[in-house]
């Protein structure tokens, strides 16, 4: 799900910038020590984009879960749960969500034992992808289409502390890096008449404890865990308030033997595991400093939004897993801001319209908008693509007359093309006319911004060369 905000990271803000100065006077859980604010500042820049990604994934863990009374509650833990339509505007539980696949979620608990996830055969020509995401939001692995084919099988996902074999039946043992993780299922829809087909392929993903699979006794449950509530503005406003929820995350992440001088740094100011953070044990200099320095994140967000426009930065940069980003905290910052639960490059990317051919930014209530594809421009992919509508605003789909959030490449044929074969899609407000609106896609009164997405892109896509069209103002009439 590509996340954009309407400020973006800066690539300028490189590791480099954030390295802390030696000399740091640490003293963790004294109220009068700490570092020196400089180092302070720098320090809580760095874990805020490190922990970002963590509160932001936590989030959504408590809202499908773990609060039974939510209205985003989909099952608990070990238990695969299905949406049965496609995203509309009245669904919330993360932003940015696509409208072409209805979701499958299963949030696991590894602690006991592996998870065995059982993905039926479809049809060859239909899309479907489970992404494996850690507690960190590396996507760790791939079940479906591009990964091993449309044949299905029974897959093992173990945690980090299991060792053993490959048992009878398994196709492919996975590990993640942490205790807890999510499986997010796509699955392509054609057309609204194929949700019932869609349906039955839903009805045939399952998940169960290994020791179900091998019908033996099951191993000692894990502990209860005492799950802290987020509060409601945990991911939306920049603040120290994410740091004691990385704290209790991280007792279920052990530390990558890369990042051991990173938790170091962190502990000087009581961001780690089984570490307590309370900004108020800090001297006044150092909690301004703190809170400097998460602010400096917001700041030096526009900087990525111009590199994606300028197709500098695409999403393929910024998911995958953690040997793909090789521990770049800034993409992967930049990622969860932008696309929360984001596929890697080989199975979906993300084009970004947030500003215009002008570099103005995106407001229907100011101008209408052209996108237009020369014949044979159309990019090439070996699943399908979209181009989904999003609310400025509120980042969730927009509420039309038509209930059409997105254009598609299964709906080719129902687009009007013009003599030459070339296509041009209506974004807009009102209605361009009865002869266009098979081409419409509306937009909200106000700010709003556009993916193109490209499931299983072809080379072209891949390595660069081809270059998104631009978004074109039209004045209103």
């Known amino acids: 799900m590509f996340v954009p905000k309407l400020r973006v ?57 773990i609060d039974t009374t939510g209205r985003d509650y989909r099952a608990p833990f070990n238990t695969l749960a299905n949406s049965s339509n496609v995203a509309t505007p009245e669904d919330k539980f993360v932003v940015t969500p696509n409208s072409d696949t209805p979701y499958s979620y299963l949030w696991m608990d590894l602690r006991s034992e592996p998870i065995v996830i059982t993905m039926p055969k479809i049809e060859k020509n239909r899309y479907n992808t489970g992404q494996l995401v850690d507690l960190y939001t590396f996507n760790f692995a791939y079940l479906g289409t591009r990964s091993y084919g449309n044949d299905g099988g029974n897959f093992l996902i173990a945690g980090p502390n299991w060792n053993g074999g490959t048992p009878p039946g398994i196709k492919a043992v996975l590990h993640a890096q942490t205790q807890f993780a999510y499986l997010l299922i796509r699955t392509q829809l054609f057309n609204p008449a194929d949700i019932v087909n869609v349906r039955k392929i839903q009805s045939g993903y399952h998940a169960v404890p290994l020791s179900t699979f091998l019908h033996k006794p099951a191993p000692p449950a894990a502990p209860a865990v005492n799950w802290p509530k987020p509060t409601p503005d945990l991911i939306t406003t920049p603040s120290p308030a994410i740091f004691p929820y990385v704290n209790f995350l991280l007792q279920f992440c052990p530390t990558d033997p890369s990042e051991t001088d990173l938790m170091a740094r962190f502990a000087k100011l009581n961001i780690g595991a089984g ?35 300028a197709d500098e930065i695409s999403s393929a940069d910024m998911f995958g897993t953690r040997d793909f980003l090789k521990n770049n905290y800034i993409y992967r910052f930049a990622g969860a801001k932008l696309g929360l639960y984001g596929n890697s490059g080989a199975d979906a990317i993300y084009f970004g319209y947030f500003a215009d051919a002008d570099h103005h930014p995106l407001d229907a209530s100011k101008n209408d908008y052209t996108l237009a594809f020369a014949k044979g421009a159309i990019p090439e992919n070996h699943a399908f693509w979209s181009l989904t509508m999003y609310d400025g605003k509120t980042q969730f789909l927009v509420v039309n007359p038509l209930k059409r959030y997105l254009l598609n490449s299964t709906t080719l044929k129902s687009y009007k093309y ?12 009102n209605s361009p006319g009865k002869d266009k609106e098979s081409n419409w896609l509306p937009a909200p009164d106000g700010p709003f911004y556009a993916i193109y997405r490209v499931y299983m892109p072809g080379e072209a896509v891949l390595n660069g060369t081809w270059k998104k069209p631009q978004m074109q103002p039209v004045p209103l009439k």
């Open 9 to 65: 990271l800066s690539q300028a803000i490189i590791l480099a910038a954030l390295i802390v100065t030696e000399g740091c006077n640490t003293k963790p859980g004294d109220n009068a020590a700490g570092p020196i604010p400089p180092d302070a500042r720098a320090i809580a820049k760095e874990a805020y984009i490190y922990g970002f990604p963590m509160a932001a994934n936590y989030l959504t863990m408590y809202k499908q879960a």
């Open 275 to 309: 570490k307590t953070f309370d900004i108020a044990t800090f001297t006044p200099p150092t909690q301004q400093a703190i809170n400097d320095g998460i602010a400096e994140t917001s700041a030096d967000i526009d900087g990525i939004i111009k590199k994606v426009n």
């Open 418 to 429: 013009a003599p030459d074969g070339s296509l041009t899609f209506y974004i807009q407000k």
